[in-house]
């Protein structure tokens, strides 16, 4: 008996710590003669996560041999694309509770492998592996996967589904467009990190928590900001799916891109408010320009009844006296006549004056440059101010309500300067430029607040503004307090008038 024990110590030295003893013709337990009759593929370990038997189609599926027994496992089975092998067949020993992983086995074949744990009598707990082999489950999933995939790209709506820890798992065609990202760029990435402004990050984080918990919050929309830095707004619908227990297991988001109509919106909204704005400025306008139109109306008409017309009942009344008290001498006779001329012709002038500031004829018979160039000569001796007038390059013709717009303004801003400035000396000048006209009036006076003007909605800059507005031309007023005012006014002309 000791010699058989001495032979076998010699036959079996030299094997590596813990390896379990296997006779490749039958196990001490029977176990192997047990497992050959089953055609299913397992694997039984020890409590230490070596090979003890296995079946001969697990054999065939792993290429085992029996020489394997008492290997670690892991090194056995290494070629299967299974990271966690360790931690599954841990989790099976340990907490003696069965643990599935799906694989691609060594024939490229789609197996559930099943980990549960596993103890003989009197021996610690082991585990075995079970392989199912569901290639063609899988495969039509994969199939399937791949159809809903082609279909969720032909959609325009934009279709994210993020897993219950918000991990992107699927981005369709439409998101990727949108996004400017690829689906690999943002699988597995968390959508709160990836594509929110930081501002709606928390809103957006409670929608999903709401969705997580089965409720369905109404119609929502955020921004994303697309990998070239630009927002988008997206309006979105969100679904869940549920796992067999009814814990949510996905949360899908339909989405569409409502930027444009945004801004559209906004633009209208600007428009309306603009359009208000500008009735509101015309209500305005109209009542100050009736206003201003009977205050000018008053003026002249104060003017002929309280001047002119009293000058006309002395000069008929000192013609009366003249007819009937007839003086004896001749000179007498003609100094009472030079007199009476030199007022007939002063309240002549006086009465061309005043029909010129109801219209001006002289630009329809003698021309823009004329009339200016009378005006400012007349302006000049009336109100003490030395207005000098120049021209230059002037196209022939100009176009009559060209000249009528001209020529307003060069009253309006004589008429400031007289008023406002305190200048003594004014320019007008009156240019041909390219393709066009310019006039430009300039005074050293003592200037004023231009925004402070328009502020207070002072006619006179309306009214020009409004006149070159209609002839689709420029205006430009510079000045400011203590340094005088230039006003520059340029119109196109049409190539007929070059």
């Given at each position: 008996m000791k010699n058989d024990r001495r032979s076998l110590r010699k036959r079996f030295a030299g094997r590596a710590p813990g390896r379990r003893l296997v006779s490749k013709r039958a196990p001490a337990d029977g176990l192997s003669r047990l497992l050959s009759g089953v055609h299913v593929p397992i694997v039984i370990l020890s409590h230490d996560r070596r090979i003890r038997c296995f079946t001969p189609m697990a054999a065939r599926l792993l290429h085992l041999r029996s020489s394997d027994a008492g290997r670690r496992v892991s090194r056995i089975l290494r070629s299967l694309d299974l990271p966690d092998l360790d931690q599954a067949i841990a989790a099976a020993m340990d907490r003696h509770r069965a643990q599935e992983r799906e694989v691609q086995g060594p024939d490229r074949h789609w197996y559930s492998m099943r980990f549960a744990p596993y103890q003989a009598p009197g021996q610690r707990v082991g585990a075995w592996i079970t392989f199912f082999e569901v290639d063609a489950l899988k495969r039509s999933q994969?199939?399937?996967r791949d159809e809903h995939d082609a279909v969720l790209d032909t959609v325009g709506a934009l279709v994210v589904v993020l897993d219950r820890e918000g991990r992107i798992v699927r981005f369709n065609r439409a998101s990727q467009q949108t996004s400017g990202y690829s689906f690999e760029e943002v699988k597995g990435r968390n959508f709160m990190d990836l594509l929110l402004v930081p501002e709606e990050v928390a809103g957006v984080k409670a929608v999903f928590e709401q969705l997580r918990a089965g409720q369905f919050p109404n119609r929502y929309e955020n921004y994303w900001v697309a990998k070239d830095g630009r927002r988008r707004l997206i309006a979105w619908c969100n679904t869940v799916v549920l796992d067999r227990d009814g814990a949510v297991k996905y949360v899908i988001g339909t989405g569409i891109d409502i930027t444009e109509r945004q801004r559209a919106e906004e633009a209208l909204q600007e428009n309306e408010a603009a359009l208000r704005r500008s009735q509101e400025e015309l209500r305005a306008l109209t009542?100050?320009?009736?206003?201003?139109?009977?205050?000018?109306?008053?003026?002249?008409?104060?003017?002929?009844?309280?001047?002119?017309?009293?000058?006309?009942?002395?000069?008929?009344?000192?013609?009366?006296?003249?007819?009937?008290?007839?003086?004896?001498?001749?000179?007498?006779?003609?100094?009472?006549?030079?007199?009476?001329?030199?007022?007939?012709?002063?309240?002549?002038?006086?009465?061309?004056?005043?029909?010129?500031?109801?219209?001006?004829?002289?630009?329809?018979h003698l021309g823009l440059a004329v009339a200016l160039k009378s005006y400012c000569a007349d302006f000049s001796k009336q109100e003490k101010i030395k207005v000098r007038f120049q021209e230059r390059s002037l196209p022939a013709p100009i176009p009559q309500d060209v000249a009528l717009c001209l020529y307003r303004v060069t009253q309006e801003c004589l008429r400031n300067v007289a008023k406002h400035s305190g200048a003594r000396t004014a320019l007008v000048r009156l240019e041909g430029i390219e393709k066009g006209i310019r006039l430009v009036v300039s005074d050293a006076g003592s200037g004023f607040d231009l925004e402070l003007a328009k502020g207070r909605g002072r006619l006179g800059i309306v009214s020009m503004e409004e006149r070159v507005r209609l002839l689709a031309g420029s205006l430009s007023i510079k000045t400011r307090p203590g340094d005088g005012a230039r006003v520059a006014v340029s119109i196109a002309l049409g190539s007929e008038t070059s």
């Open positions: 994969v199939e399937l009542a100050g320009l009736l206003i201003a139109q009977e205050e000018e109306r008053r003026r002249i008409s104060r003017e002929l009844h309280d001047d002119l017309n009293q000058r006309l009942a002395m000069l008929a009344v000192e013609v009366e006296t003249l007819e009937q008290q007839l003086p004896d001498s001749a000179d007498l006779i003609r100094g009472r006549l030079r007199s009476l001329r030199s007022r007939t012709e002063k309240l002549s002038d006086d009465v061309r004056r005043t029909a010129y500031q109801l219209h001006p004829s002289i630009l329809e």
